[in-house]
């Protein structure tokens, strides 16, 4: 089984990307060929500082690194490194009724938060799913938000393979029946399972946008500050606490050990501990999960040559599949 993801990152990733996004991609891994690439060439369509965009695209490849990806089992690469991505994504927007283009609800999204209307925003579902369908992917694990672009790459997968292939079915999208696969593999979105919202320390959705995170890679004093500063009710030690809406108790949650956890809902119905304990608990638990991640981290940063001979050995790997597909896609299409 064939799986695959674009990353993006803007630099600062924190216990919510981990725990939403980051630790399903890793352990994808164990289950199949797995394709993940930085996705630096959607990046360009919001970052237009050079420095920056090489910055962020790095602290990706670390942080994933990092955080488990392991290279010699999954393939991890800089999307720019494999020019066939831009190239399918003309051939592709050739095909795309501009119609559907404007139904993207992204860029509707991005629009209305401010992000300026260019034509790389425009056509990002083109170039996404040239990237999924260069790799024949079985599966593509997104967020909730990237489901409508899956479903784009499916309907023009479609729609191509019945331009180009005689006999193609599109009742029968990948030819299991009919012998009859087409060009491009039909995929199938992999929605991450709906992670409890984790919450920020102002007891809000933890999000970059709401500087309420708690940041996997800061400074051990940032961390410190930022858990110990979580904000919590007035409760006095003896009185039961809420856990409903509880930032501490959302945090404890997602990184205590399930045994744990149930003694702190227990404390934290019946009353007896302060906040204070919870809190240091949870400070001890974030090292404990992430110190070997924050470790490895300061070592690749130490030696990016190494970064990038992976990254490079991904590209080398990644192209190979990608330059076969585009030899049949441009025969397919008259270019050849
Ligand atoms: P931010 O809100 O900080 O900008 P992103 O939109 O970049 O975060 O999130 C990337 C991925 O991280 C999302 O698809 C989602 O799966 C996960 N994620 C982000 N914030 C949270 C959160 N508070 N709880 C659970 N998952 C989250
Ligand atoms: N658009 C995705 C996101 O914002 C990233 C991405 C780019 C991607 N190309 C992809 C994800 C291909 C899956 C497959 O998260």
Redesign the pocket.
């Known amino acids: 089984m064939k799986i695959?993801?674009?990353?993006?990152s803007s630099g600062r990733l924190h216990l919510g990307n981990y725990f939403g996004a980051i630790r399903q991609f890793v352990q994808l891994q164990e289950k199949g060929d797995a394709f993940y690439?930085i996705?630096n060439l959607?990046s360009l369509t919001s970052v237009q500082d050079p420095k920056l965009l090489r910055e962020y695209t790095l602290e990706a490849a670390v942080a994933y690194l990092a955080l488990g990806l392991d290279p010699d089992r999954a393939t991890l690469f800089r999307?720019s490194d494999v020019p066939e991505h831009s190239e399918l994504f003309w051939i592709l927007g050739s095909q795309i009724p501009l119609s559907h283009l404007e139904r993207a609800h992204?860029y509707k999204d991005k629009i209305q938060k401010g992000l300026k209307p260019n034509f790389g925003l425009f056509s990002?579902p083109v170039?996404?799913a040239a990237?999924?369908l260069l790799y024949a992917?079985d599966l593509?694990?997104?967020?909730k938000?990237?489901r409508q672009?899956?479903e784009f790459a499916r309907d023009w997968a479609i729609s191509f393979n019945q331009l180009y292939c005689p006999g193609y079915d599109p009742a029968d999208p990948n030819g299991e029946k009919n012998g009859k696969p087409g060009i491009f593999r039909v995929p199938d979105a992999l929605i991450q399972p709906e992670m409890a919202t984790l919450l920020g320390v102002d007891g809000q959705k933890m999000s970059k946008s709401y500087n309420n995170t708690i940041d996997l890679f800061a400074p051990d004093k940032v961390i410190q500050k930022a858990i110990m500063g979580i904000k919590t009710d007035s409760a006095g030690i003896a009185d039961p606490k809420p856990t409903e809406g509880s930032a501490v108790y959302c945090l404890l949650k997602a990184l205590a050990p399930v045994e744990e956890m149930a003694k702190w809902t227990e404390s934290f119905e019946r009353g007896g501990e302060g906040y204070g304990v919870y809190k240091k608990r949870l400070l001890e638990l974030f090292h404990e999960t992430f110190d070997p991640a924050r470790a490895r981290r300061e070592e690749l940063l130490k030696d990016p040559g190494e970064v990038e001979r992976i990254l490079a050995k991904g590209a080398a790997k990644a192209r190979e599949v990608a330059s076969a597909q585009m030899d049949t896609v441009k025969r397919a299409v008259g270019l050849k």
């Open positions: 695959l993801s674009g990353v993006q690439f996705a959607h999307q992204s990002y170039l996404m990237d999924i992917a593509v694990p997104v967020g938000d990237q672009h899956v």
